[in-house]
């Protein structure tokens, strides 16, 4: 016999967990089960020697007042004493032949600096600008009104790539790699990533901004664990779920590592989908099994290597102001993603963020934080034996540092601190199948349509986290946070 001590029991202690833990601990007692000693699964933060580095996040979109990512963390208290802050600058993106700086919130200003370089593709760039517009705005209409009455676009280019979007509007190879820059945050190549997928994301940073928190997302992550505690409710890490146990189509209770177990009315499970079914005992296996092979039918995203670098220099000094860099060996896209999936880091883009040009909080006067990441395929780590591993690492890391040296010269010279994380380490520290970075793949939005719902053959089982509808990156998880807290609110009532 369990005791049912809590009304709701979350499994996992990201962004996703904590969000609707917090939400759902105003009117339920809640549980939140962390496997980790700290909170925030890809959102927290870690020290070493004087630095502070940011685990994985360094821009939020839609982090706005009055836009719903920004009022779901109002709602859930995690914004109290956080000063929400933008860049300067969208980004920069260097390619062989440009250096080009985007504008924050300056759509018109990015337009004349592309047709001031690609003056031949003037109308093109309107053109292809306003259809993305069109496809970000059916697709938020759509998320409100669950339809896709009124979202002519999405019905043109619902099915299509963004390569599809690129070749019928822009002539210029390199002009469509600038546009599409952001196909990295995404982590696939326009050939494979859905025009409807990127517009929306192009167009909330493009036209609404870049954001980050000036004192990390941990300010965060630590302001949701200290509201959820003042509503009577718990928040436990080192503890790790390891089996759901059902008992019909219920989940009865939860078992940890260390042995407790414990039970409550709702579960919820904010980790890797695939482990969540897999660790069910006793339910109904057909469905479950059924529910499962559905599920691994779906392509996941790609994970991320990760450099973490502490330097005994501010970096301001030797000229560079910039927080995000984007650098890019080539202009075919197709081809640097293909060279991730293979680990040919001298042919991968990276995305260079230097926190400590955005706040002072990383580290002390005088010194910088900086962290390197490039798309990574998990599989070719996962095969290494340990002495290939640990030497494809060091390679990895001298291989990135070299061409980074064009930006950040003599930067082996400032090296108080060198990190790095590979896949594995991801899939390690957060759960997340094969450490992607997103969950799943994000191809097409009317796949995403059909099968991301937060609802499971088991009647008190959710999901939340990047593995559910609206998908990865912060943004996505706390839409998601909204969607299940209104599914069970409405379940109350
Ligand atoms: C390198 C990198 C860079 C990124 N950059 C950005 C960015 O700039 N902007 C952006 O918006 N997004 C970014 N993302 C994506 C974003 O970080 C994630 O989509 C989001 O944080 C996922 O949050 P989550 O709550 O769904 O899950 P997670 O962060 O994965 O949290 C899951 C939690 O569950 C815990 N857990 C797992 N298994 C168990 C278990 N059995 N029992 C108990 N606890 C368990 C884990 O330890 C973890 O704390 C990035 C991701 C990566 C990897």
Known sequence: MVRKKYNVIIIGGGIGGLSIGSLLSKNMKVLILEKNSTFGGYCSDFKKGEFEFESAVHTINGLYKNNPVYTILEKADALKGIRITQPKYLYR????????????????????????????EEENITDIFDVMKSLYTETKRFHIEKSLKRSPFILKYGRR??????????????????????????????????????????????????????????????????????????????????????????????????????GADIFISNIDVFNTFEMIENGNNKDIKLYLDCLKKNAISISAFKIYLGLNIDVRDLGIKDYEIFLNPRYDMDAMYEASIKNEFEKTPYVITICSNLANVFCKKGHSVISIGALSEYDYWRKLSRAEYAKKKEETIDVILKRCSKILPDVYKYIDVKIAATPLTMERYTGNSKGSVYGWSKRSLLEEIKFMSPTTPIKNLFLSSH????????????????????????KKQ
């Open 467 to 490: 593995w559910t509808k609206i998908g990865g990156g912060v943004a996505g998880v706390l839409l998601s946070t909204d969607r299940v807290y209104n599914l069970l609110n409405q």
């Open 161 to 262: 790539s963004l390569k599809y979007l690129l070749n019928r509007f822009i002539k210029d190879d390199r002009l469509k790699a600038i546009i599409a820059q952001y196909w990295l945050y995404r982590g696939l190549p326009p050939g494979k990533l859905a025009a409807t997928t990127f517009s929306y994301i192009w167009y909330d940073y493009t036209v609404n901004g870049s954001y980050f928190p000036d004192t990390g997302m941990v300010s965060i992550i630590k302001n949701m664990i200290s509201s959820i505690k003042k509503n009577g409710s718990d928040v436990l890490g080192d503890s790790e779920v390891f089996r759901l146990q059902a008992k019909g189509d219920k989940i009865v209770a939860v078992e940890l590592k260390n042995g407790n177990r414990l």
């Open 93 to 120: 993106t260097i390619f062989p032949d440009y250096d080009i700086t985007v504008p924050q919130k300056n759509l018109d200003g990015y337009k004349r600096m592309l047709f001031s370089l690609f003056p031949k």
